[in-house]
């Protein structure tokens, strides 16, 4: 019904920048939150950051002021710029998405992640 699609991983070099994208498709009637997740290795998966439908947004410490998430209604998209980036941003991040169908069943929805790896 529907699906989130990443793009823009890879591989970068310390104090390097990316910009990941997430397409959001399907029978979509509205979309409330967006965001972005990463699981490192050995690690639980932690929130990064995330945007309201009002474009309000929340970041972990760990990325404020490097990081920036933002979101285009009408393309069903949202992005994150990863400024100044450091080896222990190494993850794969997942989009997330709070919607409601078509069918007016609210439900939150996952990508498959795409995996950025930060190293010389």
């Known amino acids: 019904q529907v699906q989130l699609v990443e793009s823009g991983g890879g591989l970068v070099q310390p104090g390097g920048s990316l910009r990941l994208s997430c397409a959001a498709s399907?029978?979509?009637?509205?979309?409330?939150?967006m965001g972005w997740y990463r699981q490192a290795p050995g690690k639980q998966r932690e929130l990064v950051a995330s945007?309201?439908?009002?474009?309000?947004?929340n970041y972990a410490e760990s990325v404020k002021a490097r990081f920036i998430i933002s979101r285009d209604n009408a393309k069903n998209m949202v992005y994150l710029q990863m400024n100044s980036l450091e080896p222990e941003d190494t993850a794969v991040y997942y989009c997330?998405?709070?919607?409601?169908?078509?069918?007016?069943?609210?439900?939150?929805?996952w990508g498959q992640g795409t995996q950025v790896t930060v190293s010389s």
């Open positions: 997330s998405a709070d919607i409601d169908t078509t069918e007016r069943t609210r439900s939150y929805y």
């Open positions: 399907g029978r979509i009637f509205k979309i409330y939150s």
């Open positions: 945007i309201s439908s009002g474009d309000s947004t």
